[in-house]
């Protein structure tokens, strides 16, 4: 006769087991977002905004004209952004450090998906939807903002670059229009 | 009753069963503390909140507006393409009439681009090949006034929006038939090969075939290159490059171009010129 009150300790300490080492994973995971949350301010974008992606180029503010860095008369930095199959428009923005700086990106295809590196700003692009991401960049020099959510043959070749210039460098135009030329 | 039995199964698992569900609930609950009360306090002063409304945010009865409200601006796109691939386009696309497109294309279209769309006069593009959305587009365009050339301007100011579209459909139809004509007649190039079929990721530079071989899955509006002729294909990059052209959406090819050298506009015409006849 098998011995099935033996079998079943056995099976029930293998189960124990592998059930505190997932919970283990678990709680490891829910830290690590407690820890970027708190530490790194990384945060689920705040704002649903949406937007048409089909007529974004045709009028409004993702028109090509509105695009890249612009002070409002406030003296608030907004930074606007198309993700599109397979590039960045504007390839280069400037953007003051130190200061509050206003990001948002729309994308007129598919879902495009972006980082600027060593710093907070992680968002993705979905078409149909205004991401926002405010944030201030405290390190100076060219960042580079990868797509980094898979968007078709050229994703690869996807990037463009964050220019964090000290505030005395910072000079809009008289437009309010900041530009990396 | 047997050891094994389903309702003996079930009465031993019971005790499980339900440290289980505690443990899966408690996992959640500790979930939804920690996202919906503790990261908001944390963050609120980032988005200047008070903690009722970032804790009424999170959970989702509250909806999360612009912290910084934007100007509405009313900037206008000319002369960038007015073509917007929405329902109407589509439909009309769809709906329009091939045989109404060959008249118009007999009378007018084949003293350029060939017959059958196949263009003997390198400066101007061959129009096999190419999808309707792409012919639509670039029609559309002259249309507007948002590409302009001395012929195609005042030809596609002439016609309706209907009309055009049975052109580009009656064009459209060839597509299948020339994919699968001619071989290219690649140069030795090994650089300019790489270029069109893998890009350059340190230039920001994407491959030529990720968005121009049919059903690359680019935007809808883009044509095919192979079997172009090599003229117009480097006319249109250098009008790309010094801004003559600005048809193209998002700046998608003015940016590529002006990237690209001499050299490179030169190799890569070459090496999309089909040997179509
Ligand atoms: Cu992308």
């Known amino acids: 006769m098998i011995d099935h009150g033996a079998t079943e300790r056995r099976i029930l300490k293998t189960e124990l087991r592998w059930a505190v080492f997932v919970g283990f994973l678990v709680l490891m995971i829910l830290g690590a977002i407690v820890y970027a949350g708190i530490s790194m301010h990384i945060n689920p974008p705040s704002n649903r905004e949406f937007i048409d992606p089909k007529t974004l180029h045709l009028s409004g503010e993702f028109t090509e004209a509105n695009l890249g860095t612009s002070v409002d008369t406030d003296g608030q930095v907004t930074t606007r952004v198309i993700a599109t199959q397979f590039s960045f428009v504007p ?4 953007v003051p450090a130190n200061r509050t700086v206003t990001l948002r990106f729309a994308s007129p295809d598919v879902i495009h998906g972006i980082l600027v590196s060593g ?23 060219d960042l580079l903002m990868p797509c980094h959510e898979y968007c078709g043959f050229g994703h690869s070749q996807m990037l463009a670059t964050v220019r964090v210039v000290p505030p005395e460098q910072f000079r809009p135009g008289p437009d309010g229009k900041v530009t990396c030329g | ?12 698992d019971r005790r499980w069963r339900l440290w289980a569900s505690a443990a899966v609930g408690g996992i959640l609950v500790v979930g939804a503390v920690i996202g919906m009360l503790v990261l908001p306090n944390f963050q609120r002063e980032n988005a200047a909140l008070d903690l009722w409304t970032a804790i009424c945010r999170a ?26 691939w929405d329902p109407d386009v589509l439909d009309i696309l769809a709906n329009a009439n091939p045989q109404q497109g060959a ?5 007018v279209c084949v003293a350029c681009h060939g017959e059958n769309g196949v263009s003997s006069v390198l400066e101007y593009p061959s129009l096999a090949g190419q999808s309707s959305a792409a012919i639509y587009k670039q029609l559309s365009d002259y249309r507007s006034g948002a590409r302009v050339h001395e012929l195609m301007t005042p030809y596609a100011a002439q016609l309706t929006v209907p009309q055009l579209a049975s052109v580009s459909v009656y064009y459209g139809r060839f597509a299948q038939q020339a994919t699968g004509l001619g071989g290219r007649d690649l140069p030795g190039d090994d650089y300019i090969v790489k270029l069109a079929r893998e890009g350059d990721s340190a230039r920001a530079l994407p491959a030529c075939d990720s968005c121009h071989v049919p059903g690359a899955g680019g935007p809808i509006e883009t044509p095919v290159l192979t079997g172009q002729n090599l003229q117009y ?23 590529i171009s002006e990237k690209l050298t001499e050299q490179e506009i030169d190799g890569l015409a070459r090496y999309y010129r089909g040997v179509l006849f």
Do not use: W
């Open chain 2, 1 to 12: 009753m047997n050891v094994g039995d389903p309702i003996e199964q079930s009465a031993l």
């Open chain 2, 233 to 255: 294909l480097a006319a249109q990059l250098r009008a790309y490059k010094t801004g003559d052209r600005q048809n193209d959406v998002y700046r998608r090819m003015r940016d």
């Open chain 2, 103 to 107: 008249q118009i294309a007999a009378q």
């Open chain 1, 91 to 94: 390839q280069c923005v400037v």
């Open chain 2, 59 to 84: 959970v989702g009865i509250t909806e999360g507006s612009p912290a910084y409200r934007q100007p509405i601006t009313t900037a206008q796109a000319l002369p960038v393409s007015q073509v917007a």
């Open chain 1, 119 to 141: 710093t907070n700003v992680n968002t993705m692009v979905v078409p149909g939807y205004v991401s926002q991401v405010h944030t201030e960049f405290t390190r100076t020099g």
